[in-house]
C-alpha cells in the first residue's frame, strides 16, 4: 500500500515533514508551569465538590445523614439518589455522552474508591471531607472478588448481573460462545483444524503466559470546574456553560459533556488545552461530566478534582494463559491452542475478549493454519480500565514466548524462527516475506551487534549473567477517524486553526508540517490559532491523531495553494491601485515577475510564489497575493488502512524490538542493559513525537516487566499500594538506554505513506524472554529480585 488517493502522497524530497527537534508550539508553556490543567482553574466565588466513595471492595449505600452534614457552616449543597435531579440526570449522559440506559451514578461501589449517589458541595475541599465524614454512611458490604481464579470458580458469589458474551468469531470454523456461568463470559476464535495441526507437529510444548495488572498513571489529575452564564450570542433564552478540564477530544471533549445537558456546540465554552500525557485513555470520569449540574442547583461554579489514589486505574487488566503449541523440525508452527482467564474489572472498561486479541491478535500474523483460542473473562472487583489498553492486541508476547521458546528447544535464533513462521503480505498462505519486517532485521542486527546464544551461555565480566530478548510487531493505524481541516490566508499569514488538545502527542505540529511542507514554507511561518471553536482535532486512535489528520491537512493545503496560485496570478495581473502619501503623484509599482502565467505555471517554495520554468522569477508570498483573503477546507479521511482491513492477515509496515538485560544471581537484581528498537512508521511526520512515543512504550514496558504489580486485602477487596510509595514506577534514573533506528518504506496509506506505531512496541515478556535466556529459568512479570532468587531456588 501506499499514499496513491491523496495529493503529493508519493513526495520522496522533504524539507520540514519528518525533521527533528522542532518545538511544539505549546511546549514552553509546559516546560514552564504556565500550562492549566482542569485542576488549575479558580473561579471567582467557586465551590468544592466530591462525591462519596466507598471504603470497601463491594458495597451498596444504605443511609446517609444529610441533615448533619448540611449543619456544618460552609456546606452549600447535599445530593443523594433520592434527588431527582441526579437520578434523572443517567438518561442524558453516557461515559462517552449521549443517551444511555444505564444510571449515571447510584448507589453501589463496584469496588473500593467507586462512587456512589451522594455528592457534597461546600467553599472547600476540606469541608467537603467533614461533610462526608458527618454524613456517616450505612453500608451493605456484599461478597468481592479480587482473585479471578477464584471468580471463575462456578460456585463463586455472583458479584454483579452478568450481561453475557458477544456472538463467537470463527476464522474458518469454530462454535459460537457459550453462555455466560457465574461471572464468567466466554469467547472463542477458530481457524482450521487444531486437532490436526498437533498430529502434524514433530514437537509440542505447552507453557504460561502470565500477565499482571499495572498502572497508567495519568500525571495530571482529572478535574473539572464549570458554570453557567448568560450568552445573547446563542439562543439567549438558554443559559451556555463554560467547562474546563472535559478536553479529551477523542470522546467528543467539550460537546460530549454539553450534550448531557442537551447543549449544542455552540452553547459549550472551553478555553484550556491541557489533558495532560493519556495513553489511550477514551472515558470520561465522573469529575469530569457532574460539575455543570451542581453549578446549575447552587447557582455558583464548582470544581470537583480526582486525587492520586482514586487515579490507579488499569492500563492492563489482570491475564492468565496456558498455551500449548505444535511445530515441526525446522520451527515452523502447525497448531496453536490458547486459553486465557481475563479479568473483565469494573465497568466501564474493555473486558478484552474479542478487542484486539481473538480478531486481529499475533498468531493471524503467523502462517499457522490451526488455531484455537478460548478466553473467559472474568468479572471482578479489582479495577477499572478506562484505556483501550497500552498493548495492543493485549496477548501479543504469548507468541513472543513461543517463538522463544521455539528457538530454545531447536537451538536456534528467535529472529530466525520468527521469520520463518512470519506470513506474507497479504495473509496466512503467502509464501513471500514482508520487505518491511526483513529492513528491520537487517538493521536490528547491525545495531545491536546481535550474537544470539543458549540459556546460560554468557556470563559478563562482572560475572553477572547476560540475556537477550528478541519481538516482532506490525506498526498499525487504527482508520476509524474523520478530520474537519480547516486553513486561512490573511495578511500574508497562514493560520491552522484547531480545539486542540494537548494531550502530549503534538499531533496539532504534526500537521502544521505538513502545512509547511505543502505550501513551501518553514515550520515557523505557520501560525496555529487554538480556539474551542474550531472544528479541527487532530485526536484519533492508534496514531490516526497524526498520520490521518496530516492526510486531512495536507489534502486541506493543496486546495489552500491553488487559491494562493490564483490569487498570485490576479495580483500580478491587476495589481491594486497606487496611492498617494501627499508628496508628488502616486508611484507606480514594477510590475510583478509573475505577470502574464497561469496559476498551473506556477509554484511555491521558500516561501516564494515562482515560475517553475524560471525558479529566478519568484515573489514572497504576502507580497505576491496583496491583500487577499483565502480560505480552504477539507473533511473526511484517507482510505482505510491495511492493517485494519485485514486485522493481522495483510502486513505492510512493521517494527522488532530487541533487549540485553544482566542477571545478578547473589542478589536477584535485573538491570536492563539496553533497548533497541527499529521501526517503520511508513514515513516519519514528526521525529520528536515519534522518539519519545519509543521512549514512552519502553518505560512502559520496564514498569510492567520489572516493578509494577497490584496487591490487595483478599479479605476487604481493597487494594494495599495504591500510593506512589508501594506502588513502584519506572523513574528517570531507573529508564535503560534505547536505541532507535527509523526506516521509511512509505508503504502505509495515509500522509506520504505512513501508518503509525501506537501501542505496537509495548511489550509484557520481552525482558522476562531475556532473563530466562540469561538464567534458564521463568519468572512471571513483575521481575523483582525477590521472584528471580526464589525461581533460582535461592528464596
Same mark, same amino acid.
Given at each position: ?66 441533615? +448533619? ?92 448481573? /452478568? ?14 460462545? @457459550?453462555?455466560?456461568?457465574? /461471572? ?85 465554552? =472551553? ?16 469529575? =469530569? ?258 498520520? +490521518? ?37 502616486? =508611484?507606480?509599482?514594477? @510590475? ?34 496583496? =491583500? ?39 542478589? !536477584? ?6 533497548? !533497541? ?119
Amino acid at each position: 500500500m501506499a499514499d496513491l488517493a491523496g495529493v503529493n502522497g508519493q513526495r520522496k524530497e522533504f524539507k520540514v515533514v519528518g525533521k527533528p527537534n522542532l518545538p511544539g508550539k505549546l511546549s514552553y508553556s509546559l516546560a514552564t508551569g504556565m500550562a492549566k490543567f482542569g485542576a488549575d482553574y479558580v473561579f471567582p466565588d467557586m465551590l468544592h465538590a466530591k462525591f462519596l466513595r466507598s471504603p470497601y471492595g463491594n458495597a451498596e449505600v444504605k443511609s446517609v445523614d444529610v441533615a +448533619a452534614a448540611k449543619k456544618i457552616p460552609g456546606v452549600i449543597d447535599v445530593v443523594t439518589w433520592e434527588d431527582p435531579d441526579l437520578m434523572s440526570f443517567g438518561a442524558r449522559g453516557g461515559m462517552m455522552g449521549g443517551g444511555s440506559p444505564e444510571p449515571y451514578v447510584d448507589r453501589t461501589a463496584d469496588m473500593e474508591d467507586d462512587e456512589v449517589a451522594v455528592i457534597v458541595v461546600a467553599e472547600t475541599e476540606e469541608l467537603c471531607d467533614l461533610a462526608l465524614k458527618a454524613l456517616n454512611p450505612q453500608w451493605e458490604v456484599r461478597p468481592h472478588i479480587v482473585d479471578i481464579l477464584e471468580g471463575r470458580d462456578p460456585d463463586a458469589p455472583l458479584i454483579r448481573p /452478568n450481561k453475557g458474551s458477544r456472538g463467537g468469531l470463527s476464522m474458518g470454523g469454530g462454535d459460537q460462545n @457459550p453462555p455466560p456461568r457465574g /461471572n464468567v463470559n466466554f469467547f472463542n476464535v477458530n481457524r482450521g483444524d487444531i486437532e490436526a495441526g498437533f498430529r502434524e507437529a514433530d514437537h509440542i510444548i505447552e507453557y504460561d503466559f502470565n500477565m499482571p495488572a499495572f498502572s497508567g498513571h495519568a500525571p495530571n489529575p482529572f478535574a473539572s470546574v464549570a458554570y453557567w452564564y448568560d450568552d445573547p450570542r446563542h439562543n439567549p433564552e438558554k443559559q451556555s456553560l463554560h467547562i474546563e478540564g472535559a478536553v479529551w477530544t477523542a470522546s467528543q471533549g467539550k460537546d460530549a459533556v454539553g450534550s448531557m445537558y442537551g447543549l449544542p456546540p455552540e452553547k459549550v465554552r =472551553q478555553e484550556g488545552y491541557f489533558q495532560g500525557g493519556k495513553y489511550c485513555d477514551w472515558g470520561f470520569r465522573k469529575v =469530569q461530566q457532574i460539575t455543570p449540574l451542581l453549578s446549575k442547583r447552587v447557582g455558583r461554579p464548582v470544581r470537583m478534582a480526582l486525587d492520586r489514589k482514586e487515579m490507579y486505574d488499569f492500563n492492563m487488566n489482570q491475564r492468565f494463559c496456558h498455551l500449548k503449541v505444535g511445530f515441526k523440525k525446522n520451527g515452523l508452527i502447525t497448531a496453536i491452542d490458547d486459553f486465557s482467564i481475563a479479568d473483565a474489572g469494573v465497568p466501564p472498561v474493555s473486558t478484552l475478549g474479542t478487542n484486539g486479541d481473538q480478531s486481529y491478535g499475533p498468531y493471524f500474523t503467523t502462517r499457522c493454519l490451526n488455531i484455537k483460542q478460548a478466553m473467559e473473562v472474568v468479572n471482578s472487583n479489582r479495577g477499572k480500565m478506562y484505556t483501550s489498553g497500552q498493548h495492543c492486541p493485549f496477548n501479543w508476547d504469548s507468541l513472543t514466548m513461543a517463538v522463544y521458546l521455539i528457538a530454545e528447544k531447536l537451538g536456534k535464533d528467535p529472529i530466525d524462527v520468527a521469520t520463518l513462521n512470519l506470513h506474507g503480505p497479504t495473509d496466512y498462505t503467502d509464501p513471500d516475506t514482508v520487505p518491511s519486517y526483513e529492513a528491520c532485521v537487517k538493521e536490528g542486527r547491525n545495531m545491536m551487534d546481535w550474537k544470539w546464544h543458549p540459556t546460560g551461555g554468557k556470563k559478563l565480566a562482572d560475572g553477572r549473567m547476560h540475556g537477550a530478548g528478541f519481538r516482532y510487531q506490525m506498526c498499525p493505524r487504527h482508520s476509524f477517524s474523520s478530520y474537519h481541516s480547516k486553513l486561512e490566508l490573511r495578511n500574508g499569514r497562514v493560520r491552522m486553526g484547531t480545539q486542540g488538545c494537548c494531550t502530549g502527542i503534538f499531533a496539532v505540529e504534526g500537521n502544521a508540517m505538513v502545512v509547511a511542507e505543502e505550501l513551501g514554507l518553514n515550520y515557523d511561518d505557520i501560525f496555529i490559532d487554538f480556539d474551542y471553536n474550531e472544528p479541527f482535532a487532530p485526536v484519533g486512535g492508534g496514531s490516526d491523531g497524526t498520520t +490521518a489528520s496530516a492526510w486531512v491537512t495536507k489534502e486541506c493545503a493543496n486546495i489552500l495553494k491553488k487559491r494562493i496560485l490564483e490569487a498570485a496570478v490576479e495580483n500580478a495581473n491587476n495589481p491594486p491601485a497606487p496611492g498617494g502619501f501627499g508628496f508628488g503623484p502616486p =508611484q507606480k509599482p514594477a @510590475p510583478s515577475p509573475l505577470k502574464g502565467y497561469t496559476p498551473d505555471e506556477l509554484d511555491m517554495a521558500d516561501g516564494n510564489v515562482y515560475v517553475k520554468a524560471d525558479p529566478a522569477k519568484a515573489v514572497p508570498l504576502a507580497r505576491a497575493v496583496g =491583500q487577499a483573503h483565502l480560505f480552504a477546507t477539507y473533511q473526511g479521511r484517507p482510505p482505510t488502512a491495511l492493517w485494519a482491513t485485514g486485522m493481522g492477515r495483510y502486513l505492510d509496515t512493521m517494527n522488532i524490538a530487541m533487549c540485553e538485560v544482566a542477571v545478578d544471581t547473589d542478589t !536477584g537484581e535485573v538491570e536492563i542493559l539496553r533497548f !533497541g528498537v527499529v521501526a517503520d512508521p511508513g514515513k516519519v511526520i514528526r521525529m520528536t513525537s515519534l522518539e519519545s512515543q519509543i521512549e514512552q512504550v519502553m518505560n512502559f514496558s520496564t514498569g510492567c516487566q520489572l516493578l509494577e504489580d497490584f496487591f490487595y486485602d483478599k479479605k476487604t477487596g481493597v487494594k494495599l499500594n495504591a500510593n506512589m510509595f508501594d506502588y513502584k514506577k519506572v523513574s528517570m534514573l531507573d529508564m535503560p538506554h534505547v536505541d532507535k533506528k527509523f526506516l521509511e518504506t512509505q508503504a502505509g496509506n495515509a500522509a506520504y505513506g505512513s501508518n503509525g506505531i501506537s501501542h505496537s512496541l509495548a511489550n509484557t515478556h520481552l525482558v522476562i524472554c531475556a532473563i530466562h535466556n540469561a538464567i534458564g529459568k521463568w519468572v512471571d512479570p513483575p521481575a523483582t529480585p525477590d521472584k528471580v532468587l526464589q525461581a533460582l531456588g535461592k528464596a
